[in-house]
């Protein structure tokens, strides 16, 4: 299944490679090897207007995850056989959405780069594709988070990987 980066902003540069491939490990390192995910990066005003239409709230964010599968579910719940969905659809997790102005930002307030921020907000996004919640998990989503950022941010040869620094 294939990891799909597409950048919708000129803000700052991203490297499509690398967030496929942080994306793919992130995805092995908790047993979702060889499903897909879509990842875009926008500018505050368009995750605005989706931060608006699918959560309430009328303002930008960092990230936000869309899983695909929830919709079937949602049908199947209802009795609603999901037919329309292709078999290797069912393999495509969802859509991450990861705004650049809000992830400059925070850069800058936490001392580190974008590339940096931004590979934060891919993986947390990720877990959110995975079912993983913050909200509601008492912390297990957020253990997780800070393993994965060690492992794959943070470790030996894998301190430049993250989605920015070339421009594509």
Known sequence: MAIEVVNRQRLVAVDRRQAAALAHDTLAAIG???KGVTIAFVRDRSIRKLNFEFRGKDRPTDVLSFPSREEADSAAANGIEPILIE????DHLGDVVISADTALRQAGEAGHSFEREASELLIHGILHLCGYDHETDRGEMNRLELKLRGELLDGAGQSNRG???LPD
């Open 32 to 34: 979702r090897a060889g």
């Open 87 to 90: 078999p290797e659809m069912m």
């Open 163 to 165: 989605p920015g620094s």
